[in-house]
């Protein structure tokens, strides 16, 4: 007879793989719906951001990203996008932060016809709410931003809602070392004329690594993202697929 621990071991490993199964069979049975050779195409990239964050006097806070993005690397491989980010941020608590902030994005290369051009520019606004709590070894972070799009070409503002958790498990053995799982979901909240984005799912992102921290000062993320997209032009909800190596740099002052 089996000990009523061991079949609780055994109910619980059999439902484990019972989710996966199932897990798995959604994501095959949603890429064949969404993949035709006409609509579906897929892509090996490189991200390699650099985000700094410092604090200011009385309970301020101060950040820069700079993003340089690279496509096409089964191939020739050229730079797709340079995204450089400044924001102001105030610590309303240990956990709790709100932040206002900018970016400009350059899009470089882009494989589109007239009338948008093979570079163009993009202005954003955005306004963050910015959570995180430590639980002994495991880390969470929580971020939902709104932004407001200016878009090169395209008559109007774009709104786009996004959010993200972040997970983070320090080694026991390894503490420098830790696991990492990420996930962010774009949606645009309306259409912008003929040429600008539709109200909808935008993409999600997947990401899971390693993060090597060296000091309280510096530490970086190392590992695979996973970024499913959804072009207006295709009637499918998703249609394009990125493999990105993602490299990512933290500094902290």
Same mark, same amino acid.
């Given at each position: @007879?089996?000990?009523?621990?061991?079949?609780?071991?055994?109910?619980?490993?059999? !439902?484990?793989?019972? +989710?996966?199964?199932?897990?798995?069979?959604?994501?095959?049975?949603?890429?064949?719906? &969404?993949?035709?050779? $006409?609509?579906?195409?897929?892509?090996?990239?490189?991200?390699?951001?650099?985000?700094?964050?410092?604090?200011?006097?009385?309970?301020?806070?101060?950040?820069? *990203?700079?993003?340089?993005?690279? &496509?096409?690397?089964?191939?020739?491989?050229?730079?797709?996008? %340079?995204? %450089?980010?400044?924001?102001?941020?105030? !610590?309303?608590? *240990? =956990?709790?932060?709100?932040?206002?902030?900018? &970016?400009?994005?350059?899009?470089?290369?882009?494989?589109?016809?007239?009338?948008?051009?093979?570079?163009?520019? *993009?202005?954003?606004?955005?306004?963050?709410?910015?959570?995180?709590?430590?639980?002994?070894?495991?880390?969470?972070?929580?971020? /939902?931003?709104?932004?407001?799009?200016?878009?090169?070409?395209?008559?109007?503002?774009?709104?786009?809602?996004? /959010?993200? %958790?972040?997970? @983070?498990? $320090?080694?026991?053995?390894?503490?420098?070392?830790?696991? #990492?799982?990420?996930?962010?979901?774009?949606?645009?909240?309306?259409? #912008?004329?003929?040429?600008?984005?539709? &109200?909808?799912?935008?993409?999600?992102?997947?990401?899971?690594? +390693?993060?090597?921290?060296?000091?309280?000062?510096?530490? @970086?993320? #190392?590992?695979?993202? =996973?970024?499913?997209?959804?072009?207006?032009?295709?009637? =499918?909800?998703?249609?394009?697929? =990125?493999?990105? +190596?993602?490299?990512?740099?933290?500094?902290?002052?």
């Amino acid at each position: @007879m089996q000990s009523a621990a061991a079949q609780m071991r055994q109910r619980r490993w059999k !439902q484990g793989i019972a +989710i996966a199964a199932f897990a798995w069979s959604l994501l095959a049975g949603g890429e064949t719906f &969404a993949q035709s050779p $006409s609509t579906f195409s897929q892509d090996f990239r490189l991200w390699s951001p650099v985000f700094m964050t410092a604090k200011l006097p009385s309970s301020f806070l101060a950040h820069l *990203e700079v993003q340089p993005r690279f &496509a096409d690397l089964d191939e020739a491989g050229h730079i797709d996008q %340079l995204i %450089l980010r400044p924001a102001i941020g105030y !610590q309303l608590t *240990e =956990n709790l932060s709100i932040w206002q902030g900018y &970016a400009w994005v350059g899009n470089f290369n882009q494989p589109h016809t007239p009338p948008r051009p093979a570079f163009f520019e *993009e202005s954003r606004i955005y306004q963050q709410i910015l959570y995180s709590r430590k639980f002994d070894s495991f880390k969470i972070t929580s971020r /939902t931003r709104l932004e407001e799009r200016w878009i090169e070409h395209v008559d109007g503002t774009a709104v786009r809602f996004r /959010t993200g %958790l972040r997970g @983070m498990y $320090s080694l026991p053995k390894a503490p420098e070392w830790a696991l #990492v799982a990420s996930d962010e979901v774009f949606v645009h909240l309306n259409t #912008v004329g003929a040429r600008g984005p539709q &109200a909808g799912f935008d993409q999600n992102r997947f990401f899971v690594g +390693i993060n090597r921290t060296f000091s309280k000062y510096f530490n @970086m993320d #190392v590992g695979y993202q =996973n970024q499913l997209l959804n072009s207006r032009s295709i009637p =499918n909800l998703a249609n394009q697929m =990125n493999h990105t +190596i993602l490299f990512q740099f933290f500094i902290n002052i």
